[in-house]
């Protein structure tokens, strides 16, 4: 499904979510830039509300996303922006050449391939975090308010949990595991990456190494002390603040 907000007639925006989050994780965002573009929000596969939808991969995502693009007769974007698998999905989007787009900005975007003892511990550990949120487990819930999203998000977030199945958080990982940028170097966007430096960070960081290394001229913005994506979840000011003077 796609939400769109703001004038049709205005330059878009596209806006993608990450893993186990809603849509709605980007209602600043909309509310801000809405004034000056029409921003399109993705419902990713897998994380839908009214009801249960799977997640198959990466690419398969990209094309749904880039389909949904065309039948609004958008061929071309102003900004594509993506957090964590979000950020991933929108990487392959500039990679498959079928959409313009004049902006890339990712944030945490795991674009390195993780070891395959790694990619189980965190396919466990999301699992058990799925589990455990369908049963409404109370600790769990305060640990996923304190440190994954704040409140106001909650009552999506459980949508999105009840309808979300095991073989989606498995494939959302193994697509996220395996994922390589070294192939996709053929296509460029003015580009935006942003990252913190805590310790479920070292892909992000290393995403951002190599993007560097292909794209002398992207623009990193590194956050010291930050976790996965916290500005954009919990201090979207700051955020939007900066990536406003990025797109000026």
């Keep these: 499904m796609i939400h769109s907000f703001g004038s049709k007639n205005s330059p878009s925006m596209v806006l993608i979510h990450g893993m186990m989050t809603p849509w709605q994780v980007w209602k600043d965002q909309i509310e801000y830039f809405s004034r000056n573009y029409h921003v399109i929000v993705p419902e990713l596969s897998g994380h839908t509300e009214d009801r249960p939808t799977r997640f198959i991969s990466i690419e398969e995502e990209a094309d749904n996303i880039i389909k949904a693009l065309h039948d609004m007769d958008i061929d071309k974007v102003r900004v594509l922006c993506g957090m964590s698998l979000g950020g991933a999905i929108a990487f392959e989007i500039m990679a498959k050449g079928r959409i313009g787009i004049d902006d890339l900005i990712l944030d945490g975007a795991p674009l390195m391939p993780v070891s395959k003892p790694c990619e189980k511990i965190m396919t466990l550990n999301y699992l058990s975090i799925l589990k ?45 595991c395996s994922n390589s940028i070294t192939d996709k170097m053929k296509y460029h966007s003015r580009m935006l990456y942003i990252h913190g430096t805590l310790f479920n960070e070292v892909i992000s960081m290393k995403s951002a190494a190599r993007l560097k290394e292909l794209y002398p001229d992207i623009k990193i913005l590194c956050y010291k002390g930050d976790p996965h994506v916290y500005k954009a979840i919990r201090r979207t000011d700051v955020w939007i603040r900066d990536v406003e003077k990025f797109l000026q």
């Design 132 to 176: 455990k949120t369908k049963l409404r487990d109370k600790k769990t819930l305060t640990k996923c308010e304190e440190h994954f999203l704040p409140q106001k998000y909650m009552d999506d977030f459980l949508k999105v949990a009840d309808n979300m199945d095991e073989e989606t958080v498995r494939n959302v990982m193994h697509s996220v």
